[in-house]
Structure formats: structure tokens, C-alpha cells
């Protein structure tokens, strides 16, 4: 598994997968998780737009939403200019892109955008 993979946490009992991780598994209460990759297109959800986005990241606004992988919803940064731009239900695809800037270190992560 690289890097450049979204991931999500399985349950060794039930199989369920979270994102992000939790410390008991919100179908079966069990504590132990597996790493596996989850799909990296999926539907829009829902999203909001952050006014007051964390130090580092350039744009004055970020977009925020839940991406439905199918056995997982996944919470990322969207990668849109305007909010206009978004749809829910609208198919999205991950990019590993910086994503901010911390003590001069670029910092990358997933954004979802048009496929
Ligand atoms: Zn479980």
C-alpha cells in the first residue's frame, strides 16, 4: 500500500470500515482495525464551506464535505473555487495534492475534485 492511497480503518470483527478512525468500531464496539485502501471515487454528500481556514493553506476559503466511497464516507477537502461548483450527489475523484503549508514544509493530502 503506497502513501498515495486513501485509507480506511476495517474491523477485525464485523468488518466495518471507518474514516477517520475511532477508538471502538461504531457497529460492534470492538477495538481492533485494520488498514485497507478505499476507492478513491465517490459521491458528494454533503459539504460546507470553511470561512476561516487553518494558517498555512493559501486559499481564504476551503471546502469541506463527506465523499460516499460506497462502504465508507469519507471527510476531505474539495477541490473547487467556488461553492457553486459543488453538487451533492456529484461524482468526485481523490488527488494527492499539497494541501498547506506548515514551518515552510509543503504538506500533502488528498482533495477531491472532478473527475
Ligand atoms: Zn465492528
Not at 33 to 45: D, N
Not at 65 to 87: A, P, W
Not at 88 to 101: D, F, P, S
Request: net charge positive.
Amino acid at each position: 500500500m503506497t502513501e498515495h492511497t486513501p485509507i480506511g480503518y476495517k474491523c477485525l470483527k464485523c468488518g466495518k470500515i471507518h474514516y477517520p478512525r475511532h477508538g471502538r468500531c461504531l457497529q460492534c464496539k470492538n477495538r481492533e482495525f485494520e488498514e485497507v485502501a478505499v476507492p478513491t471515487k465517490g459521491k458528494l454528500v454533503t459539504f460546507t464551506k470553511l470561512k476561516a481556514p487553518p494558517s498555512g493553506i493559501a486559499s481564504r476559503s476551503l471546502f469541506l464535505g463527506i465523499i460516499d466511497l460506497g462502504e465508507v464516507g469519507y471527510t476531505g477537502q474539495l477541490d473547487v473555487e467556488n461553492i457553486d461548483d459543488l453538487q451533492v450527489g456529484m461524482e468526485l475523484e481523490a488527488t494527492w495534492k499539497q494541501v498547506r503549508i506548515i514551518d515552510n514544509r509543503a504538506i500533502h493530502g488528498f482533495v477531491w475534485g472532478l473527475p
